[in-house]
């Protein structure tokens, strides 16, 4: 039977060698009694052996006509849930049983959107080893006042501690991408209590790179130029500075200080 061609438009690029699969086990840590979650399948030549490893997979996946080659590539497998649509409107956090880890080879296209909503919209996850363009993993754990570092960085350095990096040859993918891949693993640290306002605040911050972050503050209506002042000051930042220069901690600082919870 021939292999269904990958969307593009979905950013779709399906892994086809398996002998990555051992280093990803290895980087999640699998146990028998693990819940993985798993967006973006594709073929199934992962969800197979997340199945032969744990007690249970939900792997979500948005192409329809990718449902049977999923089927056929999971035989009498009885322990796979097939979910159907799109993972950033699907209720993920209604899954029963609940998933702890995250284990994908993310679509490139909507990589970085699934990981930031998951930091905070599925507390059960407390592992995650996911596939991601380069580009996007160095974005994960990059430091500030580099070109890498912007809001994922903040939000998921809060959220998360990197445990494990693996750079991946564009050999394993069909169709092959041309972009390079990594995967990346980070385990859950606990958020601050304040982390929805801080999403905020950080969102704002860098939605105007360029601007001085006072600036970038006042345009996104989270206070006025002279709270943005007084707020800086009080985290004793320079009111020239941009967001790029400040640390995940310093965020979860200046949140407090512009209050309004």
């Not at 744990?54 to 329809?64: M, Q, T």
């Not at 905070?120 to 407390?126: A, E, R, V």
Request: net charge negative; proline share 6%.
């Amino acid at each position: 039977m021939s292999r269904p061609a990958a969307k593009k438009e979905l950013g779709q690029h399906f892994l086809v060698d398996e002998n990555l699969l051992g280093v990803i086990g290895r980087l999640a840590e699998l146990d028998p009694e693990d819940v993985v979650l798993e967006i973006g399948p594709g073929l199934g030549v992962l969800t197979a052996y997340l199945a032969d490893r744990v007690r249970h997979v939900h792997a979500v996946e948005l192409d329809g006509s990718l449902e049977q080659p999923l089927r056929d590539a999971l035989g009498e497998r009885d322990n796979v849930h097939l979910h159907f649509g799109d993972a950033l409107a699907l209720d993920l956090a209604a899954l029963d049983p609940l998933p702890a880890k995250l284990v994908a080879n993310l679509p490139y296209n909507v990589a970085t959107p699934l990981v930031v909503e998951s930091l905070d919209g599925l507390p059960s996850i407390h592992l995650w080893t996911v596939m991601v363009q380069r580009e996007v993993a160095d974005r994960f754990f990059a430091e500030p006042s580099t070109k890498a570092y912007g809001a994922v960085s903040v939000l998921v350095q809060l959220a998360a501690e990197r445990t494990g990096f693996h750079a991946v040859s564009r050999t394993v993918f069909r169709p092959r991408p041309n972009v390079d891949s990594a995967l990346v693993a980070f385990r859950r640290r606990e958020l601050p209590p304040t982390y929805s306002r801080v999403k905020q605040v950080v969102t704002a911050a860098f939605a105007h790179r360029r601007k001085h972050l006072a600036n970038s503050v006042e345009l996104a209506g989270l206070a006025g130029r002279a709270q943005a002042d007084e707020a800086l000051a009080a985290i004793g930042r320079k009111l020239s500075v941009r967001a790029e220069e400040l640390a995940p901690h310093e965020f979860v600082a200046l949140a407090a200080a512009l209050g309004r919870e």
